[in-house]
């Protein structure tokens, strides 16, 4: 089971960057799909980008695509979220995630969680 522990949530204003970070534990890494997810209060979880294991494929929500990036570096075990032009409703805890095959195409797939980390963006 790989072990994953998230970091660079934090406050920022409308309109600001934040880069977050997914550590993640395994001698198996690049064969894993890793993804983003994000959890408002009061709603539910939901899928926000994923990258394949080799970093062929990229897949974004919608409702983030031209503003964040994921890319991923196999040789640190790491995972990144390049968020840009923040918004308010952007507002969420963030989980890294950890897809059970290599591809990332499927949010259903993904099986391995971390513990979250905060990103408020103030109006």
């Known amino acids: 089971q790989v072990q994953l522990v998230e970091s660079g949530g934090g406050l920022v204003q409308a309109g600001g960057s934040l880069r977050l970070s997914c550590a993640a534990s395994?001698?198996?890494?690049?064969?894993?799909?890793m993804g983003w997810f994000r959890q408002a209060p009061g709603k539910e979880r939901e899928f926000v980008a994923a990258?394949?294991?080799?970093?062929?494929?990229?897949y974004y929500a919608d409702s983030v695509k031209g503003r964040f990036t994921i890319s991923r570096n196999n040789a640190k075990n790491t995972v990144y979220l390049q968020m840009n032009s923040l918004k308010p409703e952007d507002t969420a805890v963030y989980y890294c995630?950890?897809?059970?095959?290599?591809?990332?195409?499927?949010?259903?797939?993904?099986?391995?969680w971390g513990q979250g980390t905060q990103v408020t963006v103030s109006s």
């Open positions: 995630a950890a897809d059970r095959g290599p591809y990332g195409g499927d949010p259903r797939s993904f099986g391995s």
């Open positions: 395994g001698r198996t890494f690049s064969s894993n799909a």
């Open positions: 990258i394949s294991g080799s970093s062929t494929s990229t």
